[in-house]
């Protein structure tokens, strides 16, 4: 009987080759969308702590609200004319009402009166119209006063004419509000104080001196 020749045929070799670099790829892949993920977060976080910055920085700034000052301006002897021995005295000038507003948003006030005393009585008024500073800008009115003695009751002021100064103050108040990006509206009063001295030699002013 014929012995059957059997030949052994090896078998295929497995192919680790490829499953090894698909692995690789793998690998690959997942490490590119984790940096990028990364990135990504990193990028995010700059963008938030960008935008707090410049929250910050717009609060601290922009969206602080501040009180608007209210102040004379120079002021222009006309008229000034004084009697020791009476004692009396009348004065005429120009100056400018300046209302300063350093807001980023316009600061709109009510009309009010600046009143000017001597010794504490008032000699004087001038009106301020009720108007609007600008942001960022000093809204300026030009206004004439006249003043006299004859609104004081007492007499007793014929030494200050006799030493040559006049020293009367003036004080007003505004009413009003700061508006910001056209939607917050914030109350604010501006207060006035001035000391106001003429030369009544010269008859001009000596000094003018507002907090």
Known sequence: MAEKTQQAYPSAPENHGYQRSDAESLLSADELKR???IKLAIYVAI???FQIIVITVI???VMKVKTPKVRL???NVQELTSVPATPSFDTKFTTQIRV???NWGPYKFDASTVTFLYQSTAIGQVVIPKSKAGMLSTKKMNVEVSLSSSALSSSNFGSELSSGVLTINSTARLTGKVELMLIMKKKKASTMDCTIAFDLSSKTLKSLQCK
Do not use: A, E
């Open 73 to 75: 301006g120079n002021i």
């Open 35 to 37: 940096k990028k993920r």
């Open 47 to 49: 963008f938030v702590v």
């Open 100 to 102: 300063k507003n350093t």
């Open 59 to 61: 609060s601290l700034t």
